[in-house]
């Protein structure tokens, strides 16, 4: 099981989990599953929803739905996933499992319901079902680091409360002004912020154990003072590319904010793990942050070259996108007992995602090619829908059992 430096150990859960099923036996089982089918059939929806030619009952415009379904649909199930599964380990308490996890997966789905219906609902009610999904997480997971007394981990969850507060604001302003672009920018930097502190722990691990055992040499630098300066530096970029993201200081701060988190992608040796794709596929996610946040800086200093929606597709499709689907294949296989190896189809999934990540950032450059949108959106929906198909078998079974050692050839005694 994945622990806050990264590493693997057994979960106290597994010996708790009795006779419930397997899909209700950990966090990451029924949010990873749903979250990406979910993740892949909205995207699937949205092309026809933005051409006119599908309609929702939802008082959002088709583009604030397509916007709010990616990051608190999507995004949001598969925090929620990582949190639940990554916190027993860091507290050694047992995980949420069954009733309490299937409530959470129903507040869930009755978020996207009352999302999709609020034009009948009004966005009132619908505003109030849907945050309280995340508020249920974010209090479970306080909850379960306090009893732990896990202290030093309370900070993961400041990006997750500002991601439920940006989920609020979204519908609020979605209400009042008839657009969502303070929000999502303060979405998407919560998410940032959370792979720029998760990622920094189990990219740099993962990346060390890989090289370690298979191709022995420069291994990653330890998380330094660089490290914190890093993030903070990002943090405030961030902060002021929500509020201003048209201004020459936040050009400036993101320009500066992407070249750390470059120069700190290159000291974790990821190119020496070329050969595992399971490690390689969390360089190349996390190689879109300061893509993208160098877009979006260029963009504050010359829009008209730089389109603020190629910027927020590069962290959105790109950071968020690969990123979730790296941790997530990683998880299916670890997490169930399988070894840790990308196969062919694994493989596809993430050659998949990369693609629609490209294409995506591509077409922001070029709006006049919807031919670009629909090449995206395929890809999208071909990874997260493939990872359904070869990971949905994984996470609805119970965990392998152990191997049991040779003990043929040991001498009685």
Known sequence: ???????????????????????????????????????????????????????????????????????????????????????????????????????????????????????????????????????????????????????????????????????????????????????????????????????????????????ARENPGRLPVPFNGFDKFCILLSVAALSLWTLMPESGAAGLLLIAAGGLNLARLVRWAGDRARRGALVLILHIAYLFVPAGLLLAGLSALDPARFPPVAALHALGVGAIGVMTLAVMTRAALGHTGRELRADTATQLIYAAIVLAALSRIAAGFMPESVSLLHVSATLWTLAFLGYCARYGGMLLQPQLKPREPNRAAKPAG
């Open 1 to 211: 099981m994945m622990t806050a430096q990264g590493e693997t150990r057994p979960a106290p859960a597994r010996r708790a989990q009795g006779g419930r099923p397997a899909l209700l036996s950990y966090g990451f089982r029924p949010f990873f599953l749903f979250g990406a089918l979910y993740g892949g059939l909205i995207i699937l929806a949205w092309l026809p929803i933005r051409d006119g030619t599908v309609g929702t009952a939802s008082a959002f415009m088709p583009v604030d739905w397509h916007i709010h379904e990616t990051l608190f649909g999507y995004l949001a199930a598969i925090v929620a996933g990582f949190l639940l599964t990554a916190i027993p380990n860091w507290t050694g308490r047992l995980p949420v499992q069954g009733a309490p996890l299937l409530g959470l997966l129903l507040l869930w789905v009755a978020g996207r319901v009352a999302v999709f219906f609020s034009a009948w609902t009004g966005w009132l009610a619908a505003a109030v079902i849907d945050s309280l999904f995340l508020a249920a997480v974010a209090a479970a997971a306080a909850a379960e680091i306090v009893a732990g007394k896990n202290w030093r981990n309370l900070k993961i969850l400041v990006p997750v409360a500002v991601f439920l507060l940006a989920n609020v604001l979204f519908h609020v302003e979605a209400a009042v002004d008839g657009a969502s672009d303070y929000s999502r920018r303060l979405a998407t930097a919560a998410a940032i912020v959370l792979i720029l502190i998760i990622g920094g722990r189990i990219i740099p691990s993962f990346t060390r154990n890989w090289l």
